[in-house]
């Protein structure tokens, strides 16, 4: 844990490092995409248990911001999603078929089971409706009480009060109102990993340079305007074959004012830099995981 400009970091979990701990040598504490809960009380994490059996060695940690694990529980997938109230996270119980929604102490409180049929496309993982009472995942809906699933027109993340949607339809970027209507085409070259802003005027994402195999510009687009500001350029001229995302966003700043997000060239780093453009600089060597905190005082 770091001030937002990598300063005065702080170690709270101490673990193997890759090369140390197996299977897959991704260390004993890692994780992806936003690990915060909303209210900035707590961090959700992976921990691998390096000595255990392949099949049941990921888990799940909750942890305060100093650190105090306050529950472990056995969870598969990659991201982990908080709800809107900070009170509950959803992970995978059974990759691809069943959902777990757990309490801050671990217990679980919900087994939800995707509808029969259901094929994923890639490595993806369930997420929070604005409501609380629901989970999507590649535009099915399950609510955690049971209700049966449904389907949306689309597969998209909406905005922190609910009203609109960002979902990617071939390499296109579009915007709609939350049912899917009026939807807009605000960017067209091959889009990826779409992240509002938490006031919703803004939308963060990476695309690619013409005739690149890689994705390698970060973008932030004005949703009232349509405006579209390029941020961040990757070469990855000698990195074709290497890495698919040289660039990732990861999430705006409690602000709005801030895009943290990930390099995978020339090595991992964490940067971050102003929704203008300006003040690019590198957080973190050697990680291209890491999330703000939001809210809080300093960290």
């Not at 911001?65 to 056995?74: D, I, S, T």
């Not at 195999?213 to 004005?222: G, I, K, Q, S």
């Not at 409690?254 to 600089?281: C, K, M, Q, Y």
Request: glycine letters at 12%; charged letters at 25%.
């Amino acid at each position: 844990v770091a001030e937002w400009d990598g300063s005065n970091a702080v170690r709270i979990a101490d673990g193997r490092p890759p090369n140390d701990c197996r299977p897959f040598g991704l260390g004993e504490y890692w994780g992806e995409g936003p690990m915060w809960s909303p209210d900035g009380r707590y961090l959700a994490y992976r921990h691998t248990n390096c000595d255990g059996p392949e099949d049941a060695w990921r888990h799940v940690v909750i942890s305060d911001r100093e650190g105090n694990v306050l529950a472990q529980f056995p969870g598969d997938g990659w991201d982990i999603s908080w709800s809107p109230d900070s009170t509950r996270v959803a992970v995978w119980v059974t990759v691809f078929e069943t959902i777990g929604v757990f309490g801050l102490d671990g217990e679980r409180q919900a087994l939800v089971t995707m509808p029969r049929g259901w094929r994923p496309s890639g490595d993806h993982d369930p997420m929070w409706l604005a409501d609380g009472e629901s989970l999507v995942l590649q535009g099915v809906v399950i609510p955690i009480d049971g209700s049966a699933p449904y389907h949306l027109q689309f597969d998209g993340t909406y905005s922190p009060d609910g009203s609109r949607v960002v979902y990617v339809a071939g390499r296109s970027l579009v915007v709609a109102e939350a049912d899917g209507s009026n939807p807009r085409v605000v960017f067209d070259d091959w889009v990826s990993n779409p992240v509002w802003s938490p006031t919703g005027h803004r939308i963060a994402f990476t695309s690619k340079k013409p005739g690149s195999a890689t994705v390698n510009e970060l973008r932030v687009l004005d949703v009232a305007s349509g405006t579209v500001t390029l941020l961040a350029e990757a070469d990855g001229s000698e990195l074709e074959t290497e890495a698919y995302f040289l660039l990732s966003v990861i999430d705006f700043s409690p602000e709005g004012d801030r895009i943290l997000f990930a390099r995978t060239e020339d090595g991992d780093s964490l940067w971050s830099i102003n929704v203008d453009g300006s003040d690019h600089r590198r957080l973190v060597a050697g990680t291209a995981w890491g999330d703000w905190l939001s809210p809080g005082p300093t960290r």
